[in-house]
């Protein structure tokens, strides 16, 4: 077998989450990973650190394109309506493979490892957003307060797009927490 | 050395913050801790599970504190009032500390696995606040998505305290946060 398979990553994903449906995420190994896929073990690791990483594997893509919503975001957008663009641009990505996303979930769900590995790349995410908020001028305390806010709306929101998709999509979901949150806020 | 040492808990975890302060975390060993204490290490295993959770202890108190105050709050107060009313009253115990505190967070912030084990308690506490929140009547989205922003503004709240506790106490951090986050989240 030769050193460079074609798409051999995105191979890997889908027989990985192929057979962590069928099978479960525990009772399936890299060897059944790599043989559906038609590939070595060798080269799954290629890819990807170990079983876990792979669901991961999306968090780059969604992160860079939440960071261009709002670097490029109109300069006349107040703070919060560019960091609202910015989540509802990554909720795009999300909502073009709702099936893979859900099933993605609840195996993190079901795994509190993967929780604590999905709350370390959230964290990286409010820390990337405050500084991109920064960047547009927002105070060094505003930009991380409204980072940590945005994704503390944007977990709701897709909990409850995760819950009922039926009511529309997740960027919907995510304007509709965030318009949410200001009365909530204000009552006090 | 008898079974049961008087106050065992207490002077194994001031005697870790000594060491960790003097030599540093990575450098204390938990013998080390057990001789500064006057006890055993068999003693430090009874009331802890490694030096890594001598600085997580104080996390049970502190969620029992806020839930307290969450639960007992007047019945007309706003949700939002009721969840800042917890957050600084958990503040409240924190600020009787201040050094100790101090020196956990910079271990913390020093060490990523510590970092995980942080968020895990922090959303664990947004779980439970979310909890609170609906007791009081709170609908199910609104609660999870009042109590993630309630962790959001506790956090950086922190971060602004432990940067320039000189501008005053955490209670007022907690306070002053929430209450710059309804405009920052309203200019949409």
Redesign the interface.
Known sequence: MGRWEPNASGRLGRAAMELYLERGFDQTTVADIAERAGLTKRTFFRHYADKRDVLFIGVTPLRERIMKAITQAPADL????VL?LGMQAGAEMIQERPEDVKLRQAIIDAH?EL??RE??KL?GLAADMASALRGRGLGE??A???A??G???F??AF??WVANSAQGPLTRAVGE??????P?????
């Open positions: 107040s703070p919060v309506a609202t509190p929780q604590e709350l370390v964290a305390w505003n991380r307060l409204l940590e806010t994704v503390a709306v977990r709701v909990a409850r927490t965030m318009a949410e949150l200001a909530l806020i204000a009552e006090g």
